[in-house]
């Protein structure tokens, strides 16, 4: 299917619906007017019996929004809420005065135009919360929208003008508006080849100096005459006529073990031939 474009953006129509917030079960109140000009106050309302018991949606198609409440057992629409496009999202979704769960929404029939006031009640404030930051993203994404739009206008605008200019000269081919051609010469200025040197920082300088001086310095090596002390108590520590005769002197004999000092003809046989 063809899709209608309007100075090259897809038209609203053409667009997936996509759902920014969705809510399983919120309250919808049958509520006063305003007692006074600054708003609504939930106050005023009987919260504890609502009106029906809804599912709660947050579309965006394009540029329009929706607010929409569907029956929760069903999934019918019960009442929609279109955000406007060229109007703050207030004017269509007013919290009240003295909650942060409660909502004042303006809904609209979209065959007959017919408008009514309702109240929207949350359990929790963090699902009003993230209700209040869906509408509040719809607004920022129409301003960005709108802004795309106008900086595009701007653009064929100038486009055109430049045509107008080409044409004028007998330039042929197609108009531009920045020419990304590389033309002239480009220099490059290499430190050390002969070019013009760059400044130095004095302070830098004498840091640099002075870590050099200090990765350069040798280390100096140990004195010639360094000995390693022996550790307490050992035989090399003792004084050399205590240490000789312990080194050098045989051990003692003890009963169990035999001495290869002489031989002994004890237990051995006598072979002669």
């Known amino acids: 299917a063809a899709c209608a474009l309007t100075h090259g953006v897809m038209a609203d129509d053409d667009r997936v619906e996509i759902t920014t917030f969705s809510l399983p079960e919120a309250y919808v109140y049958a509520i006063p007017p305003a007692p ?8 005023g309302w009987n919260v504890e019996k609502w009106l029906k018991a809804v599912r709660v949606k947050v579309t965006a198609k394009g540029e329009r929004g929706h607010i929409k409440l569907e029956d929760v057992e069903t999934g019918e629409l019960f ?54 930051l869906a509408v509040q993203e719809h607004q920022g994404r129409a301003d960005r929208e709108k802004e795309a739009l106008a900086a595009r206008a701007e653009y064929e605008k100038e486009l055109a003008e430049k045509k107008r200019e080409q044409e004028a000269a007998g330039i042929t081919g197609p108009a531009r508006l920045h020419d990304f051609s590389l033309k002239g010469t480009i220099h490059v200025a290499v430190p050390g ?8 920082n004095p302070e830098t300088e004498k840091e640099k100096t002075a ?24 035989l090399l520590s003792a004084p050399p006529a205590i ?12 009963e169990g073990w035999a001495s ?14």
């Open 211 to 234: 870590a050099a001086a200090i990765l350069g310095a040798p280390i100096a090596p140990p004195p010639n005459n360094a000995t390693i002390a022996p550790p307490p108590g050992s």
């Open 79 to 132: 009442a929609a809420c279109p955000l406007p496009r060229d109007a703050p999202v207030s004017t269509a979704v007013e919290p009240v005065l003295d909650s942060s769960r409660y909502f004042v929404l303006r809904v609209e029939d979209e065959a007959t135009r017919r408008h009514a006031f309702l109240g929207l009640g949350f359990r929790q404030r963090d699902d009003a919360s993230d209700f209040k």
């Open 36 to 43: 006074t000009h600054a708003g609504h106050r939930a106050d």
């Open 243 to 254: 240490a000789a005769p312990l080194l050098t002197a045989a051990p003692p004999a003890e």
């Open 193 to 200: 080849s002969g070019g013009k040197k760059n400044k130095t």
């Open 260 to 273: 290869f000092d002489a031989p002994s003809d004890e237990g051995w046989a006598d072979f002669q031939s």
